[in-house]
């Protein structure tokens, strides 16, 4: 088992910029790959990033990428979303999520992650 606890989300005018961070507690944090997930109000939960386990490799989803940036620090057993150019249509719930079949793959279907946070709003104001 893993735990996840999300932090860092709060009120931003567009333009601005903020930093989630999941710590997680449980099994080796290195043993996983590792994704962030939003779900806007009425919509399905979509892919927004995902590191592998070393943080060597990162994947985006098309509207976040050149503004988002995944990073980890398995020392700290954290991992992170910073988060620039931020636009209201980024606002949702952001969740981070740990791939428990996975230290290498950078998987974009939720199916893939098999532990999940409780997740921290982010909301863009413009």
């Known amino acids: 088992q893993v735990q996840l606890v999300e932090s860092g989300g709060g009120l931003v005018q567009a333009g601005g910029s903020l930093r989630l961070s999941c710590a997680a507690s449980g099994r080796t944090f290195s043993n996983y790959a590792m994704g962030w997930f939003r779900q806007a109000p009425g919509k399905e939960r979509d892919f927004v990033a995902a590191?592998?386990?070393?943080?060597?490799?990162?994947y985006y989803a098309e509207p976040v990428k050149g503004r988002f940036t995944i990073s980890r620090d398995n020392a700290k057993n954290t991992v992170y979303l910073q988060m620039n150019s931020l636009k209201p249509e980024d606002t949702a719930v952001y969740y981070c999520?740990?791939?428990?079949?996975?230290?290498?793959?950078?998987?974009?279907?939720?199916?893939?992650?098999?532990?999940w946070g409780q997740g921290t709003q982010v909301t863009v104001s413009s």
């Open positions: 590191i592998n386990w070393s943080g060597a490799r990162t």
């Open positions: 999520a740990a791939d428990g079949a996975g230290r290498y793959r950078l998987a974009g279907d939720e199916k893939a992650y098999d532990y």
